[in-house]
């Protein structure tokens, strides 16, 4: 096999394991991690690694097909980017909520353009504590139990 082929059946590959991290996205119930969508590809390709998969990953949301959501620590959760929206995450247990609005309104848009920025693209995460860790953390014995 010459390297020019070579090189094409890997290109191609890429792209098909690109496709298959997509669908996963794509199916996935919401908001998954990089470990998440690992666990799944690999049953369609037992051998791609959770570096392939977080260099598709980074592909993926450059080229804007799919959506980053940054935790706190530095950990990523990924959605389709088609529907746009924005999040609640929870500090302690991680849960993520979809919040329908968009602060992006008129008025927001009209000071953006005065500044002469050209805005791409934009997030909007609200982080705090949900509600089931709030009650677990106001009832100690909850808590316990919760260990056990
Ligand atoms: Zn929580
Ligand atoms: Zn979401
Ligand atoms: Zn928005």
Partial sequence: MNKETDGKQRTYRNSRQR???????QNGHSHLSAEDIYEQVRLVYPRISLGTVYRNLDILSEQ???????????KSRFEVADDHHHHLICLLCGSIEDL???????????????????????????YGYCNRCQRRDCCPLHDAKQQL
């Fill in 100 to 126: 329908p609005q968009c602060p992006m309104d008129p008025e927001m848009k009209q000071y953006i353009s005065e500044t002469g920025f050209q805005p791409v693209k934009h997030q909007f995460e609200i």
């Fill in 64 to 74: 804007g097909r799919i959506h980053r959501i940054t935790f706190a620590d530095g």
């Fill in 19 to 25: 496709q298959a991290i997509l669908t996963v996205i």
